[in-house]
């Protein structure tokens, strides 16, 4: 039997889970969404569990396919990228904090579709490019690059982008 120490209501309250309860509570929690191999750790460690037990609940998870970290990646990255327009310098980063292997990490930003990257990229630009309208030139190109560096976008990509942008704002200022 392991403790479980909850705080309900600044209360204690100790929990008495078996080893089988254990188990079953972290199939949940990995079924719920794809969690990292360092996620599940985290979680075992806190209900107390010694690292030979650890070792063998991963093992089993693994086996059954409840934990892949390649899989956890791949569907992090993917997701960072289409909901938050995250760039691969970001997701990178995020995925080491997670203590993805670098295979993994590299496995999932393949996966990203390159035209898709590009294009994320560019509306990106543009959009922050006008929302600047009222700043001088070198401000606007200035917030505009900052702004795409904190997304995690790389350098010459973001350069690509900018130059696109400035080109279409005095496109469309000639015409």
Do not use: P
């Amino acid at each position: 039997m392991f403790f479980i120490i909850t705080k309900i209501k600044h209360c204690s309250l100790v929990i008495l889970l078996s080893l089988h309860q254990i188990i079953q509570k972290v199939k949940r929690y990995c079924s719920y969404q794809e969690r990292s191999c360092y996620e599940v750790l985290q979680k075992l460690y806190g209900y107390g569990l010694q690292k030979s037990q650890i070792d063998e609940i991963i093992e089993q998870l693994t086996t059954e396919n409840y934990l892949n970290e390649e899989k956890f990646a791949i569907v992090f990255a993917s997701g960072k990228f289409r909901m938050k327009h995250w760039g691969r310098i970001k997701i990178k980063h995020a995925l080491q904090q997670k203590k993805v292997s670098n295979y993994n990490i590299q496995t999932a930003l393949d996966a990203i579709v390159e035209e898709d990257y590009l294009s994320v990229l560019q509306k990106l630009t543009a959009k922050k490019w006008r929302q600047l309208k009222s700043e001088t030139f070198i401000t606007k190109k200035a917030k505009t690059q900052f702004y795409l560096l904190q997304k995690g976008y790389e350098k010459h990509l973001i350069k690509n982008a900018l130059d696109t942008a400035i080109l279409q704002e005095r496109q469309s200022s000639i015409s």
